[in-house]
């Protein structure tokens, strides 16, 4: 008989243009769009094998869960997943580390290069008839910044960060980069590694990507933001908590740096009131830089993966 297989929050993955197929073949699937805390229990019930991406799995729910043996995360993180309890219980628990590399670091510079070009704001104008109005052949709304020679400072230099650096040197800016663990240096001119407060005092555009740890938890805040060059941009793609949101939009508000675009918040979805809807110059996006069709299917397959290898008695990506 086939093991029970449950998928408990399978919409953001694949919301109809991918398929569970392969994922089938493993067992008997069973997929919820959408799981609440105090649905887990219900939806799981009598599954051998979880697959989550964000829906919590504690301690207390693990322990209503005699069947489990194996939590599949569909993500790198698994910050959701009581992995301790997990261990205690004899459940196996399986990540997807590299899948968003590409997508992450090309939207590293979607949100840059809009705060450089202003393209949304200008399409917006033509649209209205400013550009028909006009007396010029060309006009402009906002500051224009061009990226050649402009200094990246990368913080932390992992998969996407150095994706990140290699994007930054093809439009011929100079890299620097913080990073706990400073492996070799990157083959592009001027690279250099640098203390934290030195890349924010250099830097022209700051792109966080480090992993959230009690470090770098509020990392960007009133006093790292007072490091920074007045014409910086600060982007994150990577873990909301570790800009202090309130801090990030009193500093764009009093000009004490250019600009921002972050996808990822400190709590997710919003509440209405997050100060940096409101900020100048900030572009918030709603946590959509991994979600690529490609990327996504890249990380349901490395699910699959992960589970087929369990299966087969060689677990792979255990956390």
């Avoid at 020679?149 to 620097?176: P, S």
């Avoid at 960007?220 to 800009?243: D, Q, Y």
């Avoid at 921002?260 to 946590?287: I, Y």
């Amino acid at each position: 008989m086939s093991e029970k297989i449950v998928v408990l929050d399978g919409y953001c993955i694949n919301p109809g243009d991918l398929s569970w197929d392969a994922l089938r073949e493993l067992g008997s699937l069973e997929v919820f769009d959408r799981t609440a805390a105090d649905q887990v229990s219900a939806h799981a019930a009598g599954a051998a094998i979880l697959l989550t991406s964000k829906t919590p799995l504690p301690a207390d729910v693990l322990a209503q869960l005699p069947a489990l043996r194996y939590i599949g995360v569909i993500g790198t993180g698994y910050n959701n997943v009581d992995v301790e309890a997990a261990r205690r219980q004899g459940i196996a628990v399986a990540n997807v580390p590299t899948y968003g590399t590409a997508s992450v670091a090309q939207f590293v510079f979607a949100l840059l290069l809009e705060l450089c070009n202003q393209v949304k704001l200008h399409a917006i104008a033509v649209q209205a008839g400013e550009w028909t109005r006009g007396s010029d052949w060309s006009f402009w709304k906002a500051p224009l910044t061009e990226l050649s020679g402009k200094v990246m400072g990368i913080v932390g230099l992992g998969r996407i960060g150095r994706q990140t650096a290699r994007i930054a040197d093809a439009f011929d800016m100079r890299v620097i980069a913080t990073d706990v663990q400073q492996g070799d240096s990157l083959p592009y001119p001027g690279f250099r590694w640098a203390g934290f407060e030195e890349l924010l005092r250099e830097s022209d555009v700051v792109s966080l990507h480090s992993p959230l740890t009690p470090e770098t938890r509020g990392m960007i805040n009133a006093t790292t933001l007072g490091m920074m060059k007045a014409t910086a941009f600060l982007i994150n793609t990577s873990r909301g908590p570790m800009v202090v949101e309130q801090d990030l939009a009193d500093a764009l508000n009093v000009g004490l740096i250019a600009g921002a675009g972050v996808d990822v918040l400190s709590v997710e979805p919003p509440s209405e009131g997050s100060p940096l809807f409101s900020a100048r110059n900030c572009l918030v996006t709603p946590h959509i830089a991994w979600a690529t069709r490609e990327a996504r299917a890249r990380l349901l397959d490395g699910a699959v993966q992960n589970l087929a290898a369990f299966l087969q008695g060689s677990p792979r990506n255990v956390v």
